[in-house]
């Protein structure tokens, strides 16, 4: 493998200055206060993935989410309406409060399709516009009003069929939010690869140190070796590894890498049952037969070096959405959602155009087990990871040029907090000095 060339002037790293070269502080991945103002400045202000829209085939389609993330409790229900838009409303009864779509536990999310919700506690009923239909012995109540009590709805909008909620009535629309990545990766066929694999797990680390994982190679040809051959994997760990290309476009970020082993150059570089099925870490390598995935189809984001040797490109949308695209025509996103301080979930979902014999249904299954392998190599390490931050015995950690994202991240977050900081406390001094004012007046 070659080395590849590194921006004309300087590092990477050199060319965001505001990021700094020095070493970065950790404490915002350890300090149980710093999660709460995440929470708020966050969580609870920025447009968050929470699916595809092939998951609402019909009118009438449905499904909830958890989104302890955003608040405890807090579970929405997306859905789709007679003239085809998708909403999100919160999952709770205008009535008393109930939890309005649940099947067996009320903590699990649950999918479906209906004309109407109807609450499981006395019968409430609203319809897919979330406006109150009916209201159980209604004569009953007291100048209630239906119009009144509509399911309060959350920001929800979609782009290139992936739907975001925001939890903020006031933010930036979604596609402005995504910029100009959002912008650049218009068109690529994502409505072709549906079908899909996915994973859900608990990680016992914060959600920062997951992306972290993920926004740089450095750590490949180490933490991943058993996942080539030990000829090819001796000549990775000895060379290193280093990607092509990085992009920072305000609050997000992408990395772009090497794809040599989708279709391997040569097959001594990967296993037998990679050879065997044309599959393995790096996906299936043969290209599925659908337009927009050849080099000169694909939108300007993707490969934004034009590199002969590209295989994959991470988008990293802040702040917690990871879409990877590989050069043989499938494509992978992780959703990581804070639960606290230490533990996250994550979420990966892996999406192939739909296979048309058994040997293409295997060749993604084994990328789909493959990369459920290193998947945990990383998160083992994770965990490993927080425990040590944990004691504060260190809390600040040098970065090399290959982690320049990280550095991206973690400024970003602190950036978000900090202005969350400061509009509150200048909402708090307002509050005082209008308080000030009208005692004046008494
Ligand atoms: S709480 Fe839903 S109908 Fe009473
Ligand atoms: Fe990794």
């Not at 989708?262 to 659908?290: A, C, Q, T, Y």
């Not at 295997?362 to 290193?374: D, H, N």
Request: contains cysteine; glycine residues 6%; aromatic residues 14%.
């Amino acid at each position: 493998m070659a080395f590849f060339p590194k921006p004309a002037v300087g590092s990477w790293t050199e060319n965001w200055p505001e990021l700094g070269t020095a070493p970065v502080d950790y404490t915002d991945s350890i300090d149980p206060e710093q999660w709460k103002l995440e929470q708020q400045a966050i969580f609870r202000k920025l447009w968050l993935h929470v699916g595809r829209v092939e998951r609402l085939p019909k009118t009438g389609s449905y499904f909830t989410r958890e989104m302890p993330s955003v608040g405890p409790g807090t579970s929405i229900i997306i859905n789709k309406d007679k003239d085809g838009t998708i909403r999100a409303f919160y999952n709770l009864c205008r009535h008393r409060g109930n939890k309005l779509v649940w099947n067996d536990y009320p903590g699990e999310e649950t999918s479906g399709s209906c004309r109407q919700f109807t609450c499981k506690y006395h019968a409430w009923r609203y319809d897919l516009k979330g406006d109150l239909t009916f209201i159980q012995q209604e004569q009953e109540f007291f100048d209630v009003d239906k119009a009144d009590y509509p399911l309060k709805s959350v920001r929800c909008e979609v782009w290139e069929g992936f739907i975001f909620v925001n939890f903020d009535d006031d933010a930036e629309p979604l596609e402005d939010y995504l910029g100009e990545f959002g912008q650049g990766l218009k068109g690529y066929p994502f409505h072709e690869m549906t079908e899909v694999y996915s994973y859900r797990s608990e990680i016992k680390a914060n959600w920062k140190l997951f992306i972290d994982a993920f926004v740089e190679f450095y750590h490949a040809p180490i933490l991943h070796m058993k996942q080539a051959t030990k000829e090819e994997a001796e000549k990775l760990a000895k060379v290193g590894f280093e990607a092509l290309h990085y992009d920072i476009k305000d609050q997000h970020s992408m990395i772009s890498s090497w794809g040599g082993m989708s279709p391997p150059k040569d097959l001594n570089m990967v296993k037998p049952i990679e050879r065997i099925l044309h599959s393995g870490l790096f996906g299936p390598w043969d290209r599925p037969d659908i337009k927009g995935i050849l080099p000169d189809e694909l939108p300007p984001a993707v490969n934004p070096a034009r590199q002969p040797t590209w295989g994959q490109d991470s988008f990293e949308f802040f702040p917690n959405f990871t879409l990877l695209l590989w050069v043989p025509g499938w494509y992978l996103t992780y959703n990581y959602w804070p639960t606290g301080v230490d533990t996250h979930i994550f979420e990966a979902n892996l999406y192939f155009v739909p296979p048309k014999n058994t040997r293409q249904r295997l060749s993604q299954e084994l990328a789909a087990v493959t990369f459920k392998e290193y998947a945990l190599q990383d998160a083992n390490t994770l965990e490993a990871t927080q425990t040590q931050i944990g004691t504060r015995a260190v809390t600040e950690f040098p970065l090399c040029d290959q982690e320049i994202l990280l550095r991206h991240l973690h400024h970003t977050a602190h950036k978000y907090v900090d202005k969350y900081k400061l509009e509150k406390a200048a909402a708090e001094a307002a509050k005082t000095n209008g308080n000030v004012k009208d005692g004046a007046h008494v």
